[in-house]
């Protein structure tokens, strides 16, 4: 019987008369190996049976094989959401053998000033900008002729690759829940014009409530409660907001059901029933939104978004924007999922009369 020979990178090096260093570069896609050679190698490997550990990463034609990733550097504040948008970032990097760059902005800065040096010294082939930098930031990425993709920006850009949760699909699915439970006084808590995803979540919410009163026999209304909100400096509350909060729960025809434009928003506010001694949910039901590791602990009914799979979509289109120019921007949203836990309960049963909830 004859033994089958195992090809080893010495094998192809030896075919090609080149260095088995070379080899074992081509192999893994990087950079510094011109595509011409890059191309003969993986050809030529494939043809002698050589089984290629990094089959599953894919050829990118790149000047020098980094990303950057640019953020507000309050983020840094927040591993619970963006850092796992940056691990699913740096998890599909691996795929295609490309390093990141992860600068953190302070966004006071002018953008001279501010701009990391990945971008002015032309060290990056793209880039990955997350959440709310400011715009001047992103017209010198344009003026620079860097591609890039923004993710849960404050405003959309149709120029431009665009990666979310789909807000408007998830807050929709918060209101129905509210609803079901027999809640009929709700409020919106949060600035809605704070961010585009704010904006979605609050149209989501609104047209849910919308609907309900237009194919049902009862009646929703629904009050916004401002004053809370984010920004690239981080998480804000203005005074009014504790105060138009208050005034809604502890009125003769009080709000029954809050949904919070994020989670921090909501587990905040929980704070301020606490003190108020409103209790939840046999008061009060309460739902959040992004699904933070403090949403379990809390017990809070939130939507759970897919943040790791966020920064694996950035990071595909980021790389397809490379390889195709030309091709026309996308905006891609990704599902959420809705995660009842304990903040949430049906109507307080002394606000309704024979079956029907009193407004």
Request: proline share 4%.
């Amino acid at each position: 019987m004859e033994t089958i020979k195992k090809v080893t990178l010495q094998i192809i090096a030896d075919q090609l008369k080149v260095s088995k260093a070379l080899i074992s570069k081509a192999l893994s896609n990087d950079p510094a190996v011109n595509e011409e050679t890059r191309a003969l190698i993986w050809k030529t490997s494939e043809e002698l049976g050589y089984k290629i550990k990094s089959s599953k990463k894919k050829m990118i034609s790149a000047g020098t094989g980094n990303l950057a990733v640019l953020m507000p550097r309050a983020y840094l504040d927040d591993p619970e959401y963006w850092g796992k948008i940056i691990k699913g970032i740096d998890r599909e990097l691996v795929e295609y053998n490309y390093s990141m760059l992860l600068s953190s902005i302070d966004v006071s800065l002018r953008v001279n000033d501010g701009m990391p040096t990945s971008i002015t010294e032309n060290k990056v082939d793209g880039a990955i900008v997350l959440g709310q930098l400011p715009k001047e930031y992103t017209d010198q990425l344009k003026k620079r002729n860097i591609p890039f993709v923004l993710v849960d920006p404050s405003e959309q850009d149709p120029e431009v690759d665009l990666v979310l949760a789909n807000n408007y699909q998830g807050a929709y699915q918060a209101a129905q829940l509210l609803l079901r439970l027999g809640h009929r006084k709700l409020a919106f808590l949060g600035d809605v014009e704070t961010t585009w995803s704010f904006s979605e979540r609050y149209r989501g919410f609104k047209a849910a409530i919308q609907s309900f009163n237009t194919n049902g026999k009862e009646e929703a209304s629904f009050v916004t409660i401002e004053g809370m909100g984010v920004s690239g400096n981080g998480m804000y509350t203005k005074p009014e907001y504790v105060v138009k909060l208050k005034r809604s729960l502890m009125s003769d025809n009080p709000v029954t059901a809050v949904f919070c434009a994020n989670d921090l928003i909501a587990i905040d506010s929980m704070v301020f029933f606490s003190d108020w001694e409103v209790e939840y949910p046999q008061q009060l039901s309460v739902v959040g939104f992004d699904d933070l590791t403090l949403a379990d602990i809390k017990g809070l009914t939130t939507i759970s978004v897919p943040k790791e799979e966020i920064g694996v979509k950035a990071t595909q289109l980021i790389l397809e924007r490379l390889n195709t120019p030309d091709k026309l921007p996308e905006l891609v949203m990704i599902s959420t999922t809705l995660v009842q836990r304990g903040s949430t309960a049906n109507v307080p049963s002394d606000l309704e009369i024979s079956g029907k909830v009193v407004n």
